[in-house]
Each structure stands twice: as C-alpha cells, then as structure tokens.
C-alpha cells in the first residue's frame, strides 16, 4: 500500500478518535449541568449557601473577627463592590475597599436616624466616586446597626436586596442574642440551685457530722470524705451536662449524709439499668429531686419514710423517677411553683430542673409530677438518650 494511502488512514484513525472523544466530553459536559440543576436551581442553591454561612457569625456574639467573616459573605450575597457593616457602637467593619470606611459611620447614623434604607450618589472615595445603598438593621428592641452596600452604579434590584438583607441579618443577631439569654439563664439556674444546696443542706450535714465526732470517730470521717465528694461534684466550675451515672454518685453521697441525719426513718431502694448510666443529662438535674424528696416530703413527715429512685431503659429515652412517700404537695401550689410564682417560696429545685429540660429539651421533656396532700409524690424526667446539643436540642 502506498505512503499516501497509509498516512490517510491513520489520520482517519485518529480523527475518528477526536471526534469520538469531543463527543463523550462534551456529553460529560452535558450531564454535568444536568446535575447542577437549572440556573435558578443553581442561583438559589449559592443564596442559601452564602446566606448559612454567613448566619453562623452573625449569631457568633458580634466579635470583630466574625463580622468580618459575615461580611465577606454578605458581600458575595448582594454582589456589591465593597459593603461595610457599621453596629451600634459605631464600629465599622469592611470587606472592599477599606477607604469606605471613612464615610460608612456617618451614612448608617443617618439610615439608623430615619429607621429607612437610603441611597447615596456621587460619594468621593479617595480619587473615584461611588453610590451606596444604606439599610438600618433594626431589631425589636432598637436599632442594631446598619450595613452600607458600595457599587457603581446603583440598580433598583440592589436597593431591595440590601433591605432584605439587613432585615435577614436583624433576625439572625435576635436569634445570636437569644441563644446568649438562654445559656445566661440556665447558668443562672444552676446557680440558684447551688445556692439553695449550700445553706440548708451544709448545715444539717456539718451537725450529723459534729454528732459522731465522740461517739463514732471513723463514721464522722467517713461522712467528712462524702461531704467533701458531694460538694466537689455540687460547685464544680465547669461543664453544663454530666452523666447519670455521674449524678447518681453524688446522690449516692448526699443519701449518705441524710442517713445519717435520718437514721432508720430514712429508707431508700434503687433500680437503675445498666444501658441509661452514660446517658448525658444537664448537670444537677436529678439531685435537687431527691433532694426535695427529703426536705419537703419526709422531713415534716413524723416517722420518716421511704424514696425510691429508678433509672429505666425507654427505647431512645432513658426515664428516671423519684419517689418518696411523704407528705405530699398541695397541686395547686406545685402548679404555681413550676411556673414561677415566687410567693410560693418553695419547691425551688423542682421549678429550675423543669425550666432547664424545656430549655435544652423542648416544651415535652418537661417534669411530670404526680402529687397530693398526704399522698407521696412522684417525680419523672424523659431524656433522649443521644443527648443533648449545645444549642438545646437533641444530637446522635
């Protein structure tokens, strides 16, 4: 066969190859956009995507260096060339061009002064000129700010967006502001818990104490070991959960104390499955139960009494009861007692652990009590057994 023919053919080889390989690249191609979806699939997917991002330091307690970070991401949102965030303090903070900053203070304390979003032309900006879109980010208790939106020129779609976006950012520092409240007020619960502990209960412990220091030498040091056991647990300066098993230990020491206050008149069972001790549970939470058991149902009690505690395997919930067969609460004042009512002056470790599982929990997971005069009172809790985020809700 001839040079000629041969070359031919292979250059017909290889021309086939190309073609056959443009073709399964370009169907690659092809399926590749199928995928990403429509361009408003794919417009949505980026806003939600920059919007999150930016959601997760606009809730972060406004320090400089997480604005800056939401900031960048509300930039990429509105598509504007530069965008200043100015708070409350008049703190200003830029992702662009940082000369704009030497007017964004004054342009958000005139938007914030007249509580509507404005639009400023013509702004000199070291050697150029800009426009700026300025939004207030009201709140509902007041103004927390305002965001300043740099772009020349300015188009109407830009106006509007910039005001929904400062509403949107609005909502998220409430919501920062909110989590902030919460975990103030659980620490603050957990105080008052602490704080109702110390008082009655040091007391009575250091006089059982006192009472075996002659008689019995080695029972009064055996019960110095669990009261100093029991109030290590009780003020430790870290951590909002523990586990039941770890809560459990403590109660075990502060039965201990109680006995021996108590003597014979106090009886106490346990029933606890093995599957529900690593179940994490918010620190203090079932201690103060017993610990109402013992003061408000069997100390006024003549001839004392008996508590049960059980720990029960529920499926994905691990429940736990307190018992006591004492002298019962009046259930219209345990009512007004759970829901705040001060002038009850009682029952304050039952109202706090109630409020702190609604709180980490949701509104179900509150205390269930069943009570009356004279008839005992029974306390359970419900804890999903994976525990709990540190935002309040549930995690795996």
């Known amino acids: 066969m001839p040079e000629s023919t041969l070359l031919a053919a292979a250059l017909g080889v290889v021309g086939g190859a190309l073609a056959v390989g443009l073709v399964v690249f370009l169907r690659r191609i092809v399926l590749a956009s199928k995928e990403l979806g429509t361009d408003a699939e ?9 919007a999150s991002r930016a959601a997760k330091h606009l809730r972060g307690g406004g320090g400089e260096a997480e604005v800056l970070r939401a900031g960048r991401h509300l930039r990429a949102l509105l598509g504007c060339e ?10 200003v903070t830029v992702d662009g ?23 400023q032309r013509h702004l000199s900006i070291g050697a150029s000129e800009t426009d700026a879109i300025v939004a ?30 400062a509403d949107w950012v609005a909502a998220q520092v409430e919501l920062g502001e909110l989590d902030a409240s919460r ?22 412990s250091l006089n ?4 075996f220091i002659n008689t019995d030498p080695a029972k009064a040091r055996e019960l110095v070991l669990e009261f100093a056991d029991f109030t290590r647990y009780s003020f430790r300066r870290h951590g909002d959960f523990t586990t039941v098993a770890e809560e459990l230990r403590s109660i075990d020491s502060y039965l201990r104390l109680e006995r021996a206050r108590f003597g014979d008149r106090l009886t106490v069972t346990l029933q606890i499955a093995p599957e529900v001790l690593s ?25 004392g009494g008996r508590i049960a505690i059980t720990a029960a395997d529920s499926g994905a919930f691990a429940e736990l009861t307190v018992e006591d067969d004492g002298v019962g609460i009046d259930p219209e004042t345990l009512a007004r007692a759970l829901a705040g009512d001060p002038s009850t002056g009682e029952h304050v470790g039952l109202r706090n652990v109630d409020a702190r599982l609604r ?23 419900r804890v999903p057994k994976a525990g709990p985020k540190r935002d309040g809700r549930t995690t795996p």
């Open 97 to 119: 061009d940082d000369a704009v900053r030497a007017v964004a203070a004054d342009l958000a304390a005139a938007a914030i002064a007249s509580g509507k979003p404005q639009v």
């Open 208 to 211: 059982a104490i006192a009472s």
């Open 82 to 91: 530069s965008l200043a965030i100015v708070d409350r303090t008049g703190r």
């Open 136 to 165: 207030p980010v009201l709140g509902s208790a007041g103004p927390f700010g305002a965001i300043v939106a740099f772009s020349t020129p300015v188009r109407a779609g830009l106006v509007r967006a910039t005001g929904e976006v």
């Open 279 to 303: 179940t994490v549970v918010p620190f203090l939470s079932i201690q103060p139960l017993v610990e109402n058991a013992v003061r408000h149902g069997l100390e006024s009690k003549e001839g």
């Open 359 to 381: 709180q980490v929990y949701g509104d179900e997971h509150g205390l269930v009590v069943e009570t009356n005069v004279g008839a005992g009172t029974l306390v359970r809790m």
């Open 183 to 204: 975990t103030a007020l659980a620490e603050a619960e957990v105080r008052a818990l602490r704080a109702q502990i110390s008082p009655h209960f040091i007391y009575n």
């Open 42 to 50: 794919r417009a949505t997917y980026q806003t939600l995507h920059l």
